[in-house]
Structures are given as structure tokens and as C-alpha cells.
């Protein structure tokens, strides 16, 4: 009998590095926080993750220091009317760039420890299924009117 636990431990073990993506394939960039007026308790986050790799990634969770819960929402229009979904985790496909914009997907940043002024840095830990932790910092700028939405 411990022969065999042996033997499922390994193959296990075999399965869980084939499942793995490769940290080296995941890109993170243009990654920044939205500028909210004073006694707002939420932000957002915009970034872009590229998968430079040939397994789909999954995006599992996002949390910081500088806030109490991170959430990934998308932004939906139904009967002219805007409302967040929160998403439990993102697919990532192989080759692709998956893009957070305003009035899309987006971060939502809940309960900063502080006012995030524009030009403050933010960390935001972004947490993969099979490629681990990625930290990453986040510029606070101002939300162009254009692209303004509200929570």
C-alpha cells in the first residue's frame, strides 16, 4: 500500500508541472489606478496581461496592502443601465492580451488605507492558478472624462 501512495504522489507531482504555466510567459504592463474624489471608497485598476505561452493562464485573485479587498469586476450595459459583475477568476487564452479598461474589466480596489492622490504607487499582488504571484506597482492618475464611469 505505501508502494502505491508512492506512486500517486509522484504522478500527482508529474500532473500539477504539466498543468504549470510558465511565469516567463505572463507580461504585465500599463498597469494604473483611477484618481477618486475624497471620501469615495473605491478605486479601480486598469492593466493589460499577456500570455506569451501555449497554456491558457487563469487569473485567480488580486489583493494589496494599500486597500481591504480586491475584486475583479466587468462593467455591463443592459436596459441602458451600467452594473458590476464580479468575476471568481479570468481565463487568460495562449497568445493573447487580456486588457482591463474603463467601462470593461477592472479592478475594484475597496477600502484604501489611504486617499490614493495621482502620482501615489500602489502594490497590487495579482495570483495565477498554476504561475504563482505576480507583484506588480500601480500609478494613481487622473480618470479621463471621456472614459469616466461610476460604481
Known sequence: MLKLNSILVILMTFQVIALSANPDSIQIRDV?????????????????IENTGNKTIILQS????????VEIHRSVVKDDKVSMQLQSELE????????F????????LIKP??????????SLNLNFLTAGKFSVDAEVKKLQSEHAHHH
Open 32 to 48: 494604473w489606478i483611477s484618481e477618486t474624489p475624497p471620501g469615495v471608497s473605491k478605486n479601480a485598476a486598469y492593466l493589460k
Open 62 to 69: 488580486v489583493d494589496s496592502p494599500d486597500f481591504e479587498r
Open 92 to 99: 487568460i487564452e495562449p497568445h493573447s492580451v487580456f486588457q
Open 101 to 108: 479598461s474603463p467601462g470593461d474589466f477592472h479592478l475594484m
Open 113 to 122: 488605507s489611504k486617499r490614493m492622490r495621482s502620482g501615489d504607487i500602489s
